[in-house]
C-alpha cells in the first residue's frame, strides 16, 4: 500500500474504520452483522438462516438503513479496502478477513484505538 494519503482515505468512513478495527481482534467478520450498532444484528436460527430482523429495530426506518449501509459496503467500501490489499472479501458469504496489506496498516489502527479518548467520540 505504501502511501500515506492511501492510508488516511481508508480510515476517512466510519464504516471502513469499523471494518479495520474489528480485524484487529480477529481474523475475519461477516459483515454488515459485525458492524451493525448493538441491537441491530439479525437473529439467526441454528441453522444459520437469517429469521428478519431482531425485535430492537422495529421500524421499517431501521431496515431501510440497514439495507442503504450494506449497498454502501458492497459497492464502495469493501471493494476500496480489497483494491488496497487490506481485506480480502468472499462476496458469497460476506466473509471478510484481513488481506496481504494488513500488517502495514495495523499499527496504525493500534495506536488509534490506544489514544481512542483524544479523538472525537466517533473515530471508533
Same mark, same amino acid.
Do not use: Y
Given at each position: ?11 476517512? &468512513?466510519?464504516? @471502513? ?7 484487529? &481482534? ?10 451493525? =450498532?448493538?441491537?441491530?444484528? @439479525?437473529?439467526?436460527? =441454528? ?14 426506518? &431501521?431496515?431501510?438503513?440497514? @439495507? ?29 478477513? @484481513?488481506? =496481504? ?5 495495523? =499499527? ?17
Amino acid at each position: 500500500m505504501g502511501a500515506t494519503d492511501t492510508l488516511f482515505n481508508l480510515l476517512a &468512513d466510519g464504516d @471502513r474504520r469499523r471494518i479495520l478495527f474489528s480485524l484487529c &481482534d480477529t481474523d475475519s467478520i461477516h459483515l454488515p452483522d459485525a458492524i451493525l =450498532p448493538r441491537g441491530q444484528a @439479525r437473529s439467526r436460527h =441454528p441453522g444459520g438462516d437469517h429469521s428478519g430482523p431482531t425485535p430492537e429495530i422495529g421500524s421499517g426506518s &431501521d431496515e431501510r438503513a440497514r @439495507r442503504q449501509m450494506e449497498i454502501q459496503l458492497r459497492h464502495r467500501h469493501l471493494p476500496k479496502l480489497q483494491q488496497a490489499g487490506v481485506i480480502e472479501w468472499d462476496r458469497d458469504t460476506g466473509t471478510v478477513s @484481513r488481506g =496481504p496489506q494488513f500488517e502495514e496498516i495495523e =499499527p496504525v489502527l493500534h495506536l488509534l484505538a490506544a489514544n481512542n479518548g483524544r479523538f472525537p467520540d466517533d473515530l471508533l
